[in-house]
């Protein structure tokens, strides 16, 4: 953005750029088993590919030995030289499609987020470069959208410097103008290299990124952010194909349980949400870690097991209703003995929507293939689920509540959840237990105060209590107001 500023660009061309800087890999994520298992760990690949100038056929042909060479390391020496050779020839017939699809993939996400058509076109030409050496087209020059030449050389920069020291940078982008970039743009961020890179290598949090947008910010409304989580969700399940699906079926199968056990409204549309973006931290971690067919090292196993905590990560930047998302995906591999991870979360920290998500996701899960086991019937699913009830490691309410939504005979009559509570009344009860007079509650909560006055006796006298400290101390137990992170 202040590359942007510097350029005197007009407030649409920045808005332009401020999108394509946040969301020029949302596509990225798709096929990335076909990358992997061409390269070996994509990560470290795609750090790689950062550093160069991708247009340099022996730079490019340097890195790809190292991803080979790093996938082969334990190899007899003769397969690591067939599969360097073997590489080579195909790396650009692998990946050209592979790049071609992202691109295609962040566009349709981005309309279905309803982003402005500039964008969308922006999204479709990450890979583009000023000498049409480029995907997913080869265009050349101008035809190459400014906002995508701007960032591409930004980003560039950053990663070089990380790479190198800013000195050596500046040298690299200078010799690059022309090729990657024009060389006008070049000359310009060199004229301002020092003052752009001041304080960049600071802690950036949210409300850096949100004031560095140009004014009007732009909102999405409860539906569209219905909307967008959805799409994180098809993003998310894009990267393996065993995942096709997966975070779509475990929000309706989450959504409908909370339904079932009358959680109020937000606790549902907060229980989707979670459910939609729960494995988001997986992308954190190699794909080749979740292809395999082996067992996993002990390492492996613990970063692995860290993806709820990168999920975590990620949501919480989003504020407001998102802390309620994050604190939910943080647990979402959570169980009642504390035996969960990535911390183990015990009972008392697990709110009745956290028990819903873990049941719901550990179902759904069962009844999809993995590279190391095949599905299980839903009936088999439902045998395992009821076994960990038995165990103590998940909620039976919750587990009963998710099968019977996936179809499942019922085992027992579902067991009334919180004494019967209506959700309203759970609505006033987490306000009043978080020190709300009623006459709060009732603001909050858009009612009457009579109204909220009625709900309070009711409530009460349903789980025996006749004191707002009584009523407090209830709502603690069932895990109504926790949703901070988890003691480890
Ligand atoms: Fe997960």
Redesign the pocket.
Known sequence: MRLAEAADLDVDTRRNVYHQALLRYIGCNADTHLLASAFGDEIALRRDLQRIDIGNKSELAETIVRAITRTFADAPPAELVKAVERGLAEAMQVSAPILSGHCEVAQRIAERIGLSDEIRENLGQLYERWDGKGLPSGLSGNAVRLPVRLVTLAQDAIALTEAHGFETMTTMIAKRAGGGYEAELVNLFLAHAERLFAGLDGPVDRETILALEPLPHSMLDEKACDEAYLALADMIDMRMPFMFGHSRAVASLAGAAGKRLGLPASDIRDVRWAAYA??I??LAIPVSIWMRAGKLTERETDAANL??YH?ERALASLGGDGKAIAALVLR??ARLDGSGYHRAAKGPDLSPAARVLAAA?AFQ?AREARPYRPPLSDAAAAAKLRTAVKNGKLCPDAVEAVLACAGQPARRATAERLAGLTPREIEVLRLIAAGHTAKEAARQLDIAPKTADNHIQSLYSKIGVSTRAGAALYALEQGLVQHGPAVA
Do not use: A, Y
Request: glycine content about 18%; aromatic content about 0%.
């Open positions: 729960h494995d931290g997986e993806h709820p999920g979402h591999h996701e899960t």
